[in-house]
């Protein structure tokens, strides 16, 4: 119960994040994961709603293999929202590349 809340919480503080940069950019590529897993069909619904909510907005929705990949993706400029774990997230916010590289 705990970790879904704080999957919730760190789905939301993206959300919140990204949302201001959505607004300023005309293209927006969400990063989720694999399409049989749960994050694929989460970003088409924030693809949808972005596409609706910003005017002239672009929407794309990318697979991907997952947390590590969507972070050395947004961190090299080619999406503006992605999907990841926590445990991912933190790695990547404390530099550790050899921990997020493990969770593949």
């Not at 704080?6 to 994961?33: C, D, M, R, W, Y």
């Not at 949808?48 to 972070?71: F, H, M, W």
């Not at 090299?76 to 929202?81: S, V, W």
């Amino acid at each position: 119960m705990f970790r879904s809340f704080k999957l919730g919480a760190l789905v939301a503080g993206a959300i919140a994040v990204s949302a201001p940069v959505a607004q300023a950019s005309e293209f927006i590529n969400i990063l989720t994961g694999g399409t049989s897993g749960v994050y694929y069909p989460l970003g088409v619904a924030l693809s949808d709603i972005y596409a609706k909510g910003i005017e002239g907005a672009r929407t794309q929705v990318q697979s991907t293999k997952a947390s590590v990949e969507n972070l050395n993706l947004l961190q090299a400029g080619k999406g503006e929202l992605a999907f990841a774990l926590e445990e991912s997230g933190k790695y990547a916010w404390e530099g550790n590349t050899e921990s997020a590289s493990r969770r593949r």
